[in-house]
Structure formats: C-alpha cells, structure tokens
C-alpha cells in the first residue's frame, strides 16, 4: 500500500509539471485592447461604421470581464452591446443586453450616472417599438433616479424625450410642463433648438398656427450651423401658409423646404405641398406630388429592405464569429490535452522504467486516451458540419421570406389596380347615365363631345386590362402552364379569366375590368368550372390554390 501510494504520488507531480512546462497553443484571433481601451477603439469602429467589428469587441470584452468578475467593465460591455444592436433594429437582443447591464448595476452599486443611462436606453427601446406606456414607464423612473442625483444634465435630457412622448400620446397639456423644467436644467449657453422644435409640433398638432408660426421663425433665426430643423420648420410653415390662404407665401415655404427637409421628413413635406396644391386648385401639381409619395415610399421600402437585409448579414456574421471561437477554444484544449498526454506518457515511462508491470498499464490508458481524443474530433467535425448545414438552412429560408413577401407586395398592388380600374370603369358609366339623363333636343356640342370621349375612354381600356393580365401573369408566371398541363381544352381566355380568379377578386371587380355584365361572368366562371371538372363554381378558387400547393 506504501509503495502504491507513492506511485501515485509521484504521478501527480508529473501531471503537475507536464501542465506547467507544456506549450501554450495561440488562440488565432486577432490581439485587441482590454478593458475601457477596448471599449473605446468598438466605440471608434461604431462611428466608423464598422457595426460588426463593434459587436465583436464589446462581445469579447464582456466575456473577458464576466471571467475576470470585472462587474464595472461588463457592465459597461453591455450596455455598448445593446446600443449597438438597437442602431440594428434587434429590439430583443438589445433588451436582453440592456437587462445584464441593468442587473449587474444593481447587484454592484455601480453608481445613478450607470443606472440612468441603462434605463434611458431601455425606455428608447420601447419607443422605437410604439410602446410609449412602457417608454413613459421606464423614463420616468430614469428621471427619478437623476432627480435624486440631482444630475441637471439627465434631467434636461429626459424632460425633453417626457415632452416628446406626450405628443406621441395626445397629451399636449403636459408638454409645457416638460419642456420649462428642461429649460431651468439646461446647461448656460446650450441651444435650445430641440426644445422648440417639440413645442412646434405640439403647436402643429393642436392647430395653433399663431404659435406654430412663430416657433418655426425662432427656429430658423438660429444660425445654419446650429443643427437646427430647417426643413421641418419650412414645412410648417408650408402647411399654415395654405391652411390660410396665402398662396404666394406658401409657394416660397415650398421651395424652401424642397431644399432643406431631411430623408426622414420627405413623405410628410409631399403630403403637405400636395394639399396646399390641391387648395389652391393646382390639381395636376397636387397629383404630382402625391405621385412623388407614392415612389418616395416605395423607395422607402427598399431602402429599409436592404438595411434589413444588412443588419440580418451583420448579425449572421457576429454568430460565425461566435461559433468559431468556441470552436478554436475546443481546438485549443484538444490540443493542449494531446501535449499533456505525450508529456505525461514520456516522463512517466523514465521515472517508473524499473516498474515494467506499469509500463504496460500505463500504455493502455495512453491508447485509450488516444482513442477518446479521436473519437472527441470525429464528434467535433461531425458537430461542425451539422452547424454549417444549419446556417445554409438558415440563409435559404431568409431569401425565400424576402421572395414571399415581394410576392404579396405585387399581389397587393395586383388588387389596388384592380380596384382602381373597376372604379374608373364605374364612375364612367354613371357619368355617361347622368349625360343621357340631362340631354335636350338642342343637344350641346361640347357634352355631345364629352359623351364620345367617356364612351371611348370606358371602351378602349384594353391597354390596361392587358397590362393588369401582364402584371397577374408575373406574379404567378407558372399559371397558364399549370392549368394547361392539366387541362389542355382550355381557352387563352379561360386562362385569363381564372387568372383574375386566383387574386381572388369578385365578379363585379372582373365584370368591371373586362366591361361585361356581371351575370356574364358568373355564367363563365360555371362553364369553366364545368371544363376542370368541378362540381361547383364555388369550389373554383380553392382548386386554383391546391393546384399552386400541388405543383410547389
């Protein structure tokens, strides 16, 4: 038992020398600065527009410091990690950051200046998400927590964001009560242009011209430099120019803020200038304009596509760098515990070179080592190549939502030209009845002239109807072959018509398009029922899905 015990013994302190003396293998990522110097260069990366860079850095500074219990700089890691995925739109991932930060300076007393920011972003997160209750929650209790600081830098900031979040919600009785205590806390020679600009909008909101206008002219006495609204304020004052009348002066506000308004304000300075065109009885201009709303959206629309598209690259990047760190961490140890076990063998068989009963022993455990270490790297891989099969899953099944959504785009466009012409095709028949109703036997030139023009204009939509069959056609391109693969007895005008069916519109809407009698329809919609073997004309439109679902 002595002599057994010494053996072991003595292999611990092998075990122990093999762990000091064996080589450290590098880790492969790229050296960076700890601590607040890493959060300054991620902060650097940020503003230059290096999102991903920024997360990783925060990220791997957040995991140095929960290893370290370095609370202060974790803390500080995450609430950068939560600002910057809130600059992506990941309302989830930035709460979730948002909330450790949060946790970890409570449990620590980090200090109010900590707290108050957290909160802050945490009430912007719910802002961006229209929650303005729980926005309004959360930044009052921010506020609190700067009042009992008396922190007048806080207290100005959240007093202003109170103001803008009461005319978010209707509450503009409130607003300047917000916006004098921001006032009284805010710095000596600070610019008030951010305040005046929310008393504008409460002013616009309840209808106050008189103020309104006024507010705008402070705002743009500021100097150009100053950071000030112009665009929105040349837009105000577009808007109560026309509200009263004054047409000349609307004219050159108009001007004035085509020049200056931001991206973001583009939809509702259109909207404005297409009112005040339409007041002034400028209806082309005024059709015009919301011509350009309507491209301003659409372009809008993609734009917000390709950042999102850009945020989803940005975080599918983050996560392979995630992935392959723990992967070099699993390497790492792998390898380390090769070493170890070479070590350990070696030094083992020179000090017990006289014990050639262990010798044999000793051998067996290093092959079963061995074959553990294989079997560990064979569940690695296999591991690696299951997670590489998941984000190719992952990055097909994100292009075929964006191709569905484009897909109901274009069906929802579908239906609005639909609508539009089945309303014009209506309006011209009610004119042309109301025509009739008030013609005299001394017919006038002039409505006898109109009449023609009506009665051409409902009868030589065929244009649009081939071009409404072109735009159905490509938002199912496969239809005519589908239904002709299965039903070849059918008419090029069977095919059209189960066309308008499919997007679902009803025979009014597809009597008005193709300037028939309802009645006219419904008989055909049964006779072609007829032809697909159907035993109802009822059953038409879910036979036209199930043969899509079908040949998907």
Same mark, same amino acid.
């Not at 038992?1 to 122990?16: A, D, E, G």
């Not at 909207?271 to 372009?299: C, F, I, N, P």
């Given at each position: ?92 991932? *930035?709460?979730? &950051?948002?909330?450790? +930060? /949060?946790?970890?300076? =409570? ?5 109010? #200046?900590?707290? $108050? !920011? ?107 430099? *100053?950071?000030? &609204?112009?665009?929105? +304020? /040349?837009?105000?004052? =577009? ?5 009263? #009348?004054?047409? $000349? !002066? ?130 690695? !891989? ?171």
């Amino acid at each position: 038992m002595v002599r057994l015990y010494s053996i072991k013994t003595l292999f611990n302190v092998v075990w122990t020398l093999c762990l000091l003396c064996c080589p450290t293998v590098s880790s492969g990522k790229d050296t960076i600065p700890t601590g607040l110097e890493g959060i300054e260069l991620g902060e650097v990366k940020y503003g230059e527009g290096d999102v991903a860079g920024a997360l990783k850095i925060f990220m791997d500074i957040a995991h140095e410091a929960d290893d370290r219990h370095d609370t202060a700089l974790a803390c500080l890691a995450y609430y950068n990690i939560g600002v910057t995925y809130f600059s992506l739109y990941s309302n989830v991932e *930035a709460i979730q &950051n948002f909330q450790k +930060a /949060y946790d970890l300076c =409570l449990r620590n007393n980090l200090g109010s #200046g900590r707290e $108050t !920011e957290i909160i802050g972003g945490i009430s912007g997160v719910f802002f961006q998400l229209g929650n303005y209750s729980k926005a309004k929650q959360m930044l009052s209790k921010a506020l609190a927590v700067a009042q009992s600081n008396n922190d007048s830098v806080m207290i100005s900031t959240f007093t202003a964001d109170m103001a803008l979040l009461c005319n978010k919600t209707g509450d503009f009785d409130s607003v300047p009560h917000w916006l004098d205590m921001s006032r009284r806390y805010l710095r000596p020679g600070k610019p008030t242009i951010n305040l005046l600009e929310i008393a504008a909008e409460t002013a616009m909101k309840q209808k106050n011209y008189t103020r309104a206008e006024q507010l705008c002219n402070e705002i743009l006495s500021y100097p150009t430099d *100053a950071g000030a &609204n112009r665009g929105l +304020a /040349y837009t105000y004052l =577009l808007c109560i120019a026309g509200e009263k #009348g004054h047409w $000349t !002066e609307a004219l050159e506000y108009e001007k004035k803020a085509a020049a200056e308004v931001s991206l973001g304000l583009k939809i509702y300075y259109f909207q404005v200038a297409a009112k005040t065109h339409e007041d002034m009885g400028d209806y082309r201009g005024a059709s015009a304009l919301k011509d350009s709303v309507m491209t301003y959206k659409d372009s809008l629309e993609t734009i917000n596509n390709r950042q999102l598209l850009d945020n989803e690259n940005i975080k599918f990047e983050v996560m392979k760098y995630q992935l392959e760190a723990e992967r070099m961490l699993a390497r790492q140890k792998s390898r380390t515990a090769v070493w170890i076990s070479i070590a350990t063998a070696f030094l083992f068989l020179l000090v017990i070179l006289a014990l050639l009963w262990r010798q044999q022993q000793q051998r067996h455990r290093t092959q079963q080592q061995m074959l553990a270490l294989r079997l560990e790297k064979e569940h690695k !891989e296999k591991e690696l190549a299951e997670e590489r099969i998941y984000e190719t899953e992952l990055v097909a099944r994100h292009k075929h939502e964006i191709l569905q959504k484009e897909i109901e785009r274009q069906n929802t466009q579908l239906q609005a030209n639909a609508m539009f012409v089945s309303s014009r095709n209506q309006l011209i028949e009610d004119l042309l009845k109301y025509i009739d109703n008030i013609k005299s036997e001394d017919d006038l030139p002039e409505i006898r002239n109109l009449r023609k023009h009506l009665g051409r204009m409902l009868g030589n939509d065929s244009k649009d109807r081939e071009e409404f069959m072109m735009n159905v056609e490509a938002a199912d391109p496969d239809l005519s072959r589908r239904l002709l693969a299965a039903h070849p007895d059918l008419l090029q005008s069977d095919i059209k018509f189960l066309g308008y069916i499919k997007m679902n519109m009803s025979m009014k809407e597809i009597a008005a398009i193709l300037n028939v009698n309802p009645d006219s329809c419904k008989r055909r919609k049964i006779r072609i029922s007829k032809k697909l073997g159907l035993a109802s004309s009822a059953d038409l439109y879910a036979y036209l899905l199930h043969l899509s679902d079908k040949e998907g």
